[in-house]
């Protein structure tokens, strides 16, 4: 008996050794980890940009005249779940619907962390200037581009301040952001611009080199802004990335026209959208309508490049709109509304 105790302890050390490997974040006594180089990414939580947010609203408008809104207007988002031991990864797989990408998907590895913050913070900038230039455009609205941050090496840090308004490059006029960096990247290192400001002051710049392209550098963050003395703020604090467009824009339209774009009801969706009103695709797109369901939407609204993928989820109990703009997103939810006709992702 004392044999046969021996060997089943000893024999079990290395099932031990072998749990403790698959569930422990380091190797014993080191800091050497021991995760696995994959990423979960499941549903993430929603936010009606109808409604406010930690106290303020989602997308707040002042200086004119907003319409009452009602129902939901919900963008959605992906969570994303790294530095898993393998214990924790096969449980996401096996007992969740998160899926399990490589890590590099996430975080390129030629880029550090701070990089790939600084840029998704970027691409949600610029999905808010987008957001707004869009409505504007289909609401009939000018708008003008305004400064928000100015680098620390930028050459244009003693001329430009925080809140002034371009309106013109070397006498060109200037009406995106898009348009001003297009025009800032055809020039090289050393060249020097006139920029024009709104109310007709013009400063001289002697153009930098951006370390990413070697093309001319100006060292400023913009934004759209409207021209009418109405400010928009967006304000959602630690999200990134620019799959919020398409609802911040529709928010915008709906509290700035008459009539309600949700007709009471609870619409959630996700895309890109751009200054044109483009709706462009997004990532983790099953996620985001399983979170839209699970929080209650009747409706979501998919990018057309999306769509496949979308009604590939099987999530019971929610429309799938497709949208290729922003005026064909108001358009479908119009016919919804009304007991029309929309386009869905399985038609």
């Not at 005249?65 to 994303?80: A, H």
């Not at 890590?103 to 913050?117: G, Q």
């Not at 925080?162 to 070397?170: H, N, W």
Request: charged letters at 20%; a negative charge.
């Amino acid at each position: 008996m004392n044999r046969r105790s021996r060997t089943v302890i000893w024999g079990a050390i290395p099932v031990v050794a072998f749990s403790y490997l698959i569930s422990a974040p380091t190797v014993p006594f080191t800091d050497i980890p021991l995760t696995v180089p994959y990423a979960a990414e499941g549903p993430g939580p929603t936010y009606n940009t109808l409604a406010d947010y930690e106290g303020k609203n989602i997308v707040d408008i002042s200086g004119t005249e907003v319409d009452r809104t009602d129902g939901n207007l919900n963008m959605t988002t992906v969570s994303v779940r790294t530095q898993m031991t393998l214990a924790q990864a096969m449980s996401r797989w096996l007992l969740s619907d998160d899926t399990l990408v490589p890590i590099e998907s996430i975080f390129p590895p030629d880029m550090s962390e701070e990089e790939i913050t600084e840029q998704n913070q970027l691409a949600f900038t610029d999905s808010e200037s987008s957001a707004t230039l869009a409505a504007y455009s289909y609401l009939g609205r000018p708008t003008v581009v305004e400064v928000v941050e100015i680098m620390p090496e930028a050459p244009a840090k003693d001329l430009v301040t925080v809140g002034d308004q371009i309106v013109s490059i070397d006498d060109a006029s200037v009406h995106s952001p898009t348009q001003l960096r297009e025009m800032i990247a055809g020039k090289n290192p050393g060249d020097k611009v006139k920029i024009g400001f709104s109310g007709g002051g013009q400063h001289e710049v002697t153009l930098g080199e951006n370390p990413h392209t070697g093309k001319g550098f100006l060292g400023i963050t913009m934004t759209s802004v409207p021209a009418d003395n109405t400010k928009i703020e967006y304000n959602l604090e630690d999200i990134g990335g620019p799959s919020a467009g398409l609802m911040f824009s529709l928010a915008v339209v709906d509290k700035l026209s008459p009539g309600s774009l949700t007709g009471g009801k609870f619409i959630a969706g996700t895309g890109t959208i751009d200054e044109a009103g483009a709706v462009g695709p997004i990532g983790g797109i099953t996620h985001k309508v399983r979170a839209a369901k699970d929080a209650g939407a009747q409706v979501f609204l998919t990018p057309a490049a999306n769509c496949a993928e979308a009604a590939s989820a099987k999530v019971e109990g929610i429309t799938l709109l497709k949208v290729g703009t922003l005026d064909e997103a108001v358009r479908q939810l119009d016919a919804y509304n009304t007991g029309g006709a929309p386009t869905t992702c399985g038609n």
